[in-house]
């Protein structure tokens, strides 16, 4: 089935607050957000390398999120640069979809929509799949490549959210397991009848990107894998971008952000440590 178009869900959310630890460096020729545990003395549990949403490898909420799946999971947290340095603009999101107590006058609202709704469209053309598939393959086969050289290299594991998540389940080739966190555009039931690794999903039940008669085909074709383990846990309330910029501040959104988050540590614990 044709995936769902683009729609003003994938720009809500909220900007977290916080002080990233991680360093950035050049991997396999990309700009990569590396986050790494507390007290590892050089061992970790496997490496996962996390697709972002529109809005990039830079957005703090993410990068958050790379430095507690690190020193949760004791995993080395890699996040690239697979935009080229032309993720969505983050002004977008807050001038959008602003936080509560913080709303700017309707009219202005409406300005910023008007606006920033053809630069999304025109944005979702110029990373397509044809530029973007390549560009995040490359880059998981060399690091799978460069793990499989090194010995004790450990085990891939691959996070997407939104717009990643998709691309987390096409790179099921070259993992050990996946977490994708209500991806967008994914074809069902193709791209899901072709997984072959371990996959976990999150996904919200007021999605509309993914919409709920969506995850109850991706349940009715995980079922008939057998040996395949998988799941897939629905947040009640929660809409789309919930595990990556649900507002911390509002007690639902809160338990669908830290519910999702220990999901996918757990998930890797049992799958690459």
């Known amino acids: ?5 683009p ?3 994938c720009m809500r959310g909220s900007l977290h607050t916080g002080n990233p630890t991680g360093t950035e460096e050049t991997i396999h020729s990309l700009p990569t957000y590396v986050a790494q545990p507390e007290n590892s003395n050089g061992t970790v549990n496997g490496t996962i390398v996390i697709i972002p949403d529109t809005f990039g490898w830079d ?17 080395r947290v890699l996040m690239p640069d697979v935009h080229f340095g032309d993720a969505f603009a983050k002004g977008s999101l807050d001038a959008a979809f602003p936080l509560k107590g913080f709303e700017p006058p309707w009219y202005k609202r409406l300005w910023t929509m008007a606006f920033a709704f053809p630069r999304f469209l025109f944005w979702f053309w110029t990373h397509r799949e044809a530029v973007s598939r390549p560009i995040i393959t490359k880059f998981l ?3 799978r490549e460069e ?8 085990k891939l594991g691959v996070i997407g959210f939104c717009w990643g998540g998709r691309y987390a389940i096409l790179m099921d080739p070259y993992v050990d397991a996946i977490y994708a966190a209500h991806p967008s555009f994914l074809q069902v039931p193709a791209e899901v ?10 996904v919200g039940d007021k999605d509309v990107v993914l919409p709920m008669k969506q995850v109850v085909k991706i349940k009715g074709i995980l079922k008939k894998k057998e040996g395949l383990d998988s799941e897939v846990v629905v947040y009640e309330g929660m809409e789309h971008s919930f595990a990556v910029r649900g507002n911390p501040a509002i007690e639902a959104a809160k338990k669908g952000l830290e519910g999702s988050e220990t999901q996918a540590v757990d998930w890797f614990i049992k799958h690459l440590a």
């Open 7 to 9: 729609s003003s869900c």
């Open 141 to 143: 086969k060399s690091l």
């Open 193 to 202: 009848e072709a997984v072959t690794k371990p996959i976990s999903f999150a």
């Open 59 to 75: 957005l703090i909420n993410v990068r958050l999120l790379a430095d507690s799946y690190a020193k949760r999971g004791n995993f």
């Open 147 to 154: 793990l499989n050289s090194t010995p004790g290299g450990g």
């Open 1 to 5: 089935m044709a995936p769902e178009l």
